[in-house]
């Protein structure tokens, strides 16, 4: 009884994974032929190796947007859904409660969703994320690091100097094909997202 409640409950996760994935990949689509206009002429764009950064927090006050083009991502494949989510819960918040008040984002950008006993879920609402950085380093801390930083190319200018990768500490900010142009964390490694391939 209780196997057939953990396969109901691991392919009822599966099929939401399956969607969610599908959501991200038409996001990121979206975003790309939109960023196709900018970055024609530039062979190269900018963006976050997710495994380098270090979470310093200069992404969201560095860059010439306000707020800045870069957001936080979430790579569903590799979140755990946990219920006391690092990214999402102050390391001192009572852990019973998800009042706004125990919330790390500081503008209320990660909406919180019951799955099932005992899964949640978390969604980041790019356009109120300033790409802080905190949730990305309480899931990097606390979780599986599925919270991750990237530049987004319908908001980035494609400046020829991006002026946080001048002062990021950890060196993680690089040009990167512009046939290429995200370094998404989980499966989605392999999508990104063909902006001249489409094209082709
Ligand atoms: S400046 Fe570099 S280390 Fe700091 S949050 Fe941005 S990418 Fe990460
Ligand atoms: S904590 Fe910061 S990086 Fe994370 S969703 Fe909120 S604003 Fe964006
Ligand atoms: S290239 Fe310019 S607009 Fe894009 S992230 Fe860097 S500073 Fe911001």
Request: aromatic share 8%.
């Given at each position: 009884m209780e196997m057939e409640t953990n396969n109901k409950a691991n392919s009822r996760r599966k099929f939401i994974q399956n969607g969610v994935r599908l959501s991200l990949l038409l996001s990121l689509g979206t975003v790309s032929a939109a960023a196709l206009k900018r970055v024609t002429t530039d062979d190269y764009v900018w963006q976050i190796d997710p495994f380098k950064?270090?979470?310093?927090?200069r992404c969201a006050t560095d860059c010439v947007m306000t707020p800045s083009a870069v957001k936080c991502l979430h790579a569903f494949d590799l979140c755990g859904y946990c219920d006391l989510c690092g990214g999402y819960l102050k390391p001192d918040a009572n852990q019973q409660s998800t009042a706004a008040e125990n919330q790390l984002c500081p503008t209320a950008a990660i909406e919180r969703r019951f799955i099932e006993e005992p899964y949640f879920e978390y969604h980041i609402d790019k356009d109120l994320c300033?790409?802080?950085?905190k949730c990305v380093k309480g899931c990097t801390s606390f979780g599986n690091g599925s919270m991750h930083l990237q530049i987004m190319h319908d908001i980035c200018l494609n400046c020829n100097e991006c002026s946080i990768a001048r002062v990021c500490p950890s060196d993680a900010i690089s040009r990167v094909k512009a046939s290429k142009p995200y370094m998404v964390k989980g499966s989605f490694t392999s999508i990104p997202q063909t902006v001249n391939e489409e094209k082709a």
């Amino acid at each position: 009884m209780e196997m057939e409640t953990n396969n109901k409950a691991n392919s009822r996760r599966k099929f939401i994974q399956n969607g969610v994935r599908l959501s991200l990949l038409l996001s990121l689509g979206t975003v790309s032929a939109a960023a196709l206009k900018r970055v024609t002429t530039d062979d190269y764009v900018w963006q976050i190796d997710p495994f380098k950064c270090t979470q310093c927090g200069r992404c969201a006050t560095d860059c010439v947007m306000t707020p800045s083009a870069v957001k936080c991502l979430h790579a569903f494949d590799l979140c755990g859904y946990c219920d006391l989510c690092g990214g999402y819960l102050k390391p001192d918040a009572n852990q019973q409660s998800t009042a706004a008040e125990n919330q790390l984002c500081p503008t209320a950008a990660i909406e919180r969703r019951f799955i099932e006993e005992p899964y949640f879920e978390y969604h980041i609402d790019k356009d109120l994320c300033i790409g802080c950085s905190k949730c990305v380093k309480g899931c990097t801390s606390f979780g599986n690091g599925s919270m991750h930083l990237q530049i987004m190319h319908d908001i980035c200018l494609n400046c020829n100097e991006c002026s946080i990768a001048r002062v990021c500490p950890s060196d993680a900010i690089s040009r990167v094909k512009a046939s290429k142009p995200y370094m998404v964390k989980g499966s989605f490694t392999s999508i990104p997202q063909t902006v001249n391939e489409e094209k082709a």
